[in-house]
């Protein structure tokens, strides 16, 4: 995998191709296009990006946002209370975050409103949550972010802060299932996201893109650790473990003809599955894929290659 450009214009040319695209198409998908480019750029497939963007603009049906009108300042703890997790409020939300962004360094922005909307990182499956880790790392990774970049930091809080809904209280079941928290919030997550890679490595569950939020969304956690205080990093955890049992409450998990239990089954090395992934193109392939490479660097167990090749199994022959 190569890039002819950098990284930075990768991001910011795809961020211009998306000007003005919808949060959500369908009857409740979301638009992972921002994530999916950073994700391309990120690994190398910048000469990608900008064909990938537009075949999924032609794909996606994309929603326009509700228009809002009402101003948000953020400063009012009852006004912003109010308005957390109303999606007619997306677009005020985002002024909102743009008008702060502009005015503070972005990190004490994203600091000051890490508490106020972790609780809440569970609507439509985490994916504000994801976006905003995205964005991110957009920034984190350039030199000098541009405004683009700023802005879509804006889109992944506001998003996250319109959809706010508090993370289902998970079954015991569910949680005995997946790791506490130990004295390394670093070595944990990578306990957890073992842990639920190797869960839907064995169970194959169908529909096959909803539980690979489990695996997603913890993963993403660990790209904003570097930049939260140690004292946020449990709670943190605890919030993330807590999301990921849910899912595995909510959805089906009894999938049938799991690649992993053939006999003799090894799966392919994750630059292979992200290659092919990358070939195949789905979001959630590539997003998984990625993730998946990215926290077997750290802990290289074949479960994390096994969940990244039955996604991509599954979305070849089911398309869900």
């Given at each position: 995998?190569?890039g002819?450009i950098?990284?930075?214009?990768?991001?910011n040319?795809?961020?211009?191709?998306?000007?003005?695209?919808?949060?959500?198409?369908?009857?409740?998908?979301?638009?992972?296009?921002?994530?999916?480019?950073?994700t391309l750029?990120?690994?190398?497939c910048?000469?990608?990006v900008?064909?990938?963007?537009?075949?999924?603009?032609?794909?996606?049906?994309?929603?326009?946002?509700p228009?809002?009108?009402?101003?948000?300042?953020?400063?009012?703890?009852?006004?912003?209370r109010?308005?957390?997790?109303?999606?007619?409020?997306?677009?005020?939300?985002?002024?909102?975050?743009?008008?702060?962004?502009s005015?503070?360094?972005?990190?004490?922005?994203?600091l000051?409103?890490?508490?106020?909307?972790?609780?809440?990182?569970?609507?439509?499956?985490t994916?504000?949550?994801i976006?905003?880790?995205?964005?991110?790392?957009?920034?984190?990774?350039?030199?000098?972010?541009?405004?683009?970049?700023?802005?879509?930091?804006?889109?992944?809080?506001?998003y996250w802060a319109?959809?706010h809904?508090?993370?289902?209280?998970?079954?015991?079941?569910?949680?005995?299932?997946?790791?506490?928290a130990c004295?390394?919030?670093?070595?944990?997550?990578?306990?957890?996201?073992?842990?639920?890679a190797?869960?839907?490595?064995e169970?194959?569950?169908?529909?096959?893109?909803?539980?690979?939020?489990?695996?997603?969304?913890?993963?993403?956690?660990?790209?904003?650790?570097p930049?939260?205080?140690?004292?946020?990093?449990?709670?943190?955890?605890?919030?993330?473990?807590?999301?990921?049992?849910?899912?595995w409450?909510?959805f089906?998990?009894?999938?049938?003809?799991?690649?992993?239990?053939?006999?003799?089954?090894?799966?392919?090395?994750?630059?292979?599955?992200?290659?092919?992934?990358?070939?195949?193109?789905?979001?959630?392939?590539?997003?998984?894929?990625e993730?998946?490479k990215?926290?077997?660097?750290l802990?290289?167990?074949?479960?994390?290659?096994?969940?990244?090749?039955?996604?991509?199994?599954?979305m070849?022959?089911?398309?869900?």
């Amino acid at each position: 995998m190569s890039g002819t450009i950098s990284y930075g214009d990768t991001v910011n040319d795809a961020l211009d191709r998306l000007r003005g695209v919808g949060f959500e198409f369908g009857p409740g998908f979301v638009n992972h296009a921002p994530m999916v480019a950073e994700t391309l750029a990120t690994v190398g497939c910048r000469d990608l990006v900008a064909t990938w963007v537009e075949r999924n603009k032609r794909l996606r049906a994309y929603l326009d946002p509700p228009e809002g009108g009402t101003p948000l300042s953020g400063d009012d703890p009852v006004e912003w209370r109010a308005a957390l997790g109303d999606f007619r409020r997306v677009l005020d939300w985002v002024a909102m975050f743009e008008a702060r962004l502009s005015h503070r360094p972005w990190p004490d922005v994203l600091l000051e409103w890490w508490p106020r909307l972790l609780p809440g990182m569970y609507g439509m499956l985490t994916h504000g949550f994801i976006r905003t880790a995205h964005a991110v790392r957009s920034l984190e990774a350039t030199e000098e972010p541009g405004p683009l970049q700023l802005r879509e930091l804006a889109q992944g809080l506001g998003y996250w802060a319109a959809r706010h809904t508090p993370v289902p209280a998970a079954s015991e079941r569910s949680l005995r299932l997946l790791p506490p928290a130990c004295e390394d919030i670093g070595l944990s997550l990578s306990a957890l996201t073992v842990t639920t890679a190797g869960l839907y490595a064995e169970r194959a569950p169908r529909p096959s893109v909803p539980l690979v939020h489990s695996v997603t969304a913890p993963a993403a956690l660990r790209l904003f650790l570097p930049l939260l205080p140690a004292d946020l990093h449990r709670p943190a955890y605890d919030t993330l473990r807590q999301a990921a049992a849910a899912m595995w409450d909510v959805f089906p998990n009894g999938g049938v003809d799991a690649p992993a239990s053939a006999p003799g089954y090894e799966p392919p090395s994750t630059e292979r599955i992200l290659v092919d992934a990358v070939d195949f193109g789905d979001e959630h392939t590539i997003k998984l894929a990625e993730a998946c490479k990215r926290e077997y660097a750290l802990l290289p167990d074949p479960r994390y290659r096994a969940a990244a090749d039955t996604l991509l199994r599954r979305m070849k022959t089911d398309g869900f």
